[in-house]
Antibody, heavy 118, light 112 residues
Framework: EVQLVESGGGLVQPGGSLRLSCAAS????????MHWVRQVPGKGLVWVSL????????NYAGSEKGRFTISRDDAKNTLYLQMNGLRAEDSAVYYC???????????WGQGTVVTVSS | DIVMTQAPLSLSVTPGQPASISCKSS???????????LYWYMQKPGQSPQLLIY???SRFSGVPDRFSGSGSGTDFTLNISRVEAEDVGLYYC?????????FGGGTKVEIK
């Protein structure tokens, strides 16, 4: 079964850091582009970042540039999102998502909750 | 950034009746290789989103044939031919032709 399981969320103070992890199973992570998408409870979906299958290309939404870093460890079949300089507006559920081509996002994790608050 | 505008915000449908959701993009979603990168996702209450339709009109694996997508350029529609109780949830369109990927604001489908 194809599955993505996120972890690493939690409560952090403004200005703090978190590293989200996404463990992939049932498929070979290295063959796919991967994304992070976030959602404030009760609100819509917002794309955060992507990484190409070979890791050579990354991209970020405007507000995350310079603060977030997406990476992957294909040997561990794991995707990461390093988040620094966290702000209250970064509070959300963060989903790890698989891209099967041309931005068709076919598999979503269950999400991990990030809360930025003092 | 491409703005995706969905309508209506919410829809209350009698089981067995059709439903239609509109999605308009602020720019053409036609890619350089001829694909139109418009997708529809459904998020059931308490669950993660799931892919329903890719490239405007292709149903994803396992999606019932009562779901269909249509449109071109900047105007797109998701149709549910006969709404069932399990179709309750939020529906989002998304464009994938230009970075950043952007989603519509969502349409909530409820059962009368």
């Amino acid at each position: 079964e194809v599955q993505l399981v996120e972890s690493g969320g939690g409560l952090v103070q403004p200005g703090g850091s978190l590293r989200l992890s996404c463990a992939a199973s049932g498929f070979t992570l290295s063959r796919y582009w991967m994304h992070w998408v976030r959602q404030v409870p009760g609100k819509g979906l917002v794309w955060v970042s992507l990484i190409s299958s070979d890791g050579s290309r990354t991209n970020y939404a405007g507000s995350e540039k310079g603060r977030f870093t997406i990476s992957r460890d294909d040997a561990k079949n794991t995707l990461y999102l390093q988040m620094n300089g966290l702000r209250a507006e970064d509070s959300a559920v963060y989903y790890c998502v698989r891209d099967i081509g041309w931005s068709a996002l076919d598999t979503w994790g269950q999400g991990t909750v990030v809360t930025v608050s003092s | 950034d491409i703005v995706m505008t969905q309508a209506p915000l919410s829809l209350s449908v009698t089981p067995g009746q059709p439903a239609s959701i509109s999605c308009k993009s602020s720019q053409s979603l036609l890619s350089t290789d001829g694909k139109t990168c418009l997708y529809w996702y459904m998020q059931k209450p308490g669950q993660s989103p799931q892919l329903l339709i890719y490239e405007v009109s292709s149903r994803f694996s396992g999606v019932p044939d009562r779901f269909s997508g249509s449109g071109s350029g900047t105007d797109f529609t998701l149709n549910i031919s006969r709404v069932e109780a399990e179709d309750v949830g939020l529906y989002y369109c998304m464009q994938g032709v230009h970075s950043p990927l952007t989603f519509g604001g969502g349409t909530k489908v409820e059962i009368k």
